[in-house]
């Protein structure tokens, strides 16, 4: 069975050929994540993939069941960032988020 981290991984090397999305190298939230242009566009967070998207697109993947709301520990979800599970395609919603980044 595939592990997040190995998905994760998966999904990093489907930006191989992009020069402007890079792994993060700074302390704190964005440690380890995918960066396009300086701005966090996925990373693990447990078992799930956080990701940021447009709001109406959060807001559908939440209804279809597919996302979970993340809220940052501050008790509000936000907006434009949602983590999702294995059932969904982690290298397409990444690239979702590299488009919205760019």
């Known amino acids: ?3 997040a981290s190995e998905r994760f991984a998966a999904v990093i090397a489907a930006f191989d050929d992009e020069p402007d999305v890079r792994l993060s190298e700074a302390r704190g939230f964005s440690r380890g994540g995918l960066m396009r242009s300086g701005k966090l566009i996925a990373t693990l967070r447990g078992e799930r993939l956080l990701l940021k998207l447009p709001a109406a697109r959060v807001q559908a993947l939440i209804a ?3 996302g979970a709301p993340f809220d940052a520990n501050k008790g509000r979800p936000m907006k434009e960032w949602v983590t999702v599970g294995f059932e969904a395609n982690w290298p397409d919603l990444a690239r ?7």
């Open 96 to 102: 979702e988020a590299a488009a919205f980044a760019g």
């Open 64 to 66: 279809t069941g597919v």
């Open 1 to 3: 069975m595939e592990t």
